[in-house]
């Protein structure tokens, strides 16, 4: 698991290779990610944007911008969390995300919290440390 805070709001990311979802012979590498978001503060906050940064391990980068996420602008009062999962196709069987999240305070404030940098790894990727 990959953990960042910002503003005692944790952003918990736990990636996950999909073997079932992928064509290797097609350069097709498919992973899930779920998201933990977890207010620790005590003001409330809504998520109001992402912008997610993906890079494949050929060092190639998308940028990704948009309304909340899956759909929602999920509000959190001190002490909640909100938990979602989705997706990423890379053309290389690993690579990396990152990325920050607009939020808004229920004083109107605006301020980003950031999602820690994860890996994507596939199975025949990984290392192992001797």
Known sequence: MYHATTRQ????VEPQFLPERSAPEKRQFFWAYTIIIVNSGQETVQLK?????????????????????IGEQPVLAPGERFEYTSGVPLTTASGFMTGRYQM?????????????????DSPDTKRTLN
Do not use: C, K
């Open 49 to 69: 944007t992402r912008h997610w940064i993906i890079t494949d391990s050929a060092g190639r980068s998308q940028e990704v911008r948009g309304e909340g996420v």
């Open 104 to 120: 808004v305070n229920d004083r109107g404030e605006r301020f980003e919290i950031d999602i820690p940098l994860f890996s994507l």
């Open 9 to 12: 709001i944790e952003v918990i």
